[in-house]
């Protein structure tokens, strides 16, 4: 079993800055992918960023060029910096981690862009 803890979230104003954190600890032997995804009450899941134990990484199109994703593959960590932060990018986040048999969410956090 893997646990995946969030931290980070919390209430911004637009423009701003937060930095998610994820930790994964448990039956860990290698971690494939690890990313962040969003959902909004009512709709699906969607991928914001995800990096490869090699360092590839993914974005969403929304994401890109205000978000960065990082990785520390010997802690089983990933870290998400988002920086010029809109309203509409408040949702509850999820960590996510695959490990080809199995993937694995967080229990989510909740980041909230408003003045």
């Known amino acids: 079993q893997v646990q995946l803890v969030e931290s980070g979230g919390g209430l911004v104003q637009p423009g701003g800055s937060l930095r998610l954190s994820c930790a994964a600890s448990g039956s860990i032997s290698s971690i494939y992918v690890m990313g962040w995804y969003r959902q909004a009450p009512g709709k699906q899941r969607e991928l914001v960023a995800a990096i490869t134990s090699d360092g590839n990484t993914n974005y969403a199109d929304s994401a890109k060029g205000r978000f960065t994703i990082s990785r520390d593959n010997a802690k089983n960590t990933v870290d998400l910096q988002m920086n010029s932060l809109k309203p509409e990018d408040t949702d509850v986040y999820y960590c996510?981690?695959?490990?080809?048999?199995?993937?694995?969410w967080g229990q989510g956090t909740q980041v909230t862009v408003s003045s």
């Open positions: 996510n981690a695959d490990l080809l048999v199995k993937v694995y």
